[in-house]
């Protein structure tokens, strides 16, 4: 499983995820590419995961299409602290998440 860090959400949440292959948006040299093109990006480099905080992703894109799942971390901002709770709850949807699936966390 390779996971890709949106670039809307904080690079030090990579921290977080440590234990797993994960590369930012930033990283990997994509930044500001729009999400088709970024989805395309990242099933050529073998990405199966992205982790975003764009609540609207899976209704502008065919996320089935493009074969890569994705967690949306909802939280009151896009700020790290407000995120961090987020993050024991994400590890088990990484754990669970199929390909084409959107699985929200957080939020209530």
Known sequence: MRILLDECAPRPLKR???DYEIRTVFE?????????????L???EGFTILLTTDQNLRYQQNLQQAGVAVVVLVASS???PDLLPLV??????????TPGEVIEVGGS
Do not use: F, H, Y
């Open 16 to 18: 977080e995820l440590a």
């Open 28 to 40: 990997m040299g994509w930044s500001g590419k729009k999400n088709g093109e970024l989805l395309q």
């Open 42 to 44: 990242m099933s050529q």
């Open 78 to 80: 896009n700020r790290l």
């Open 88 to 97: 024991a709850d994400a590890r088990n949807v990484l754990n669970t998440i």
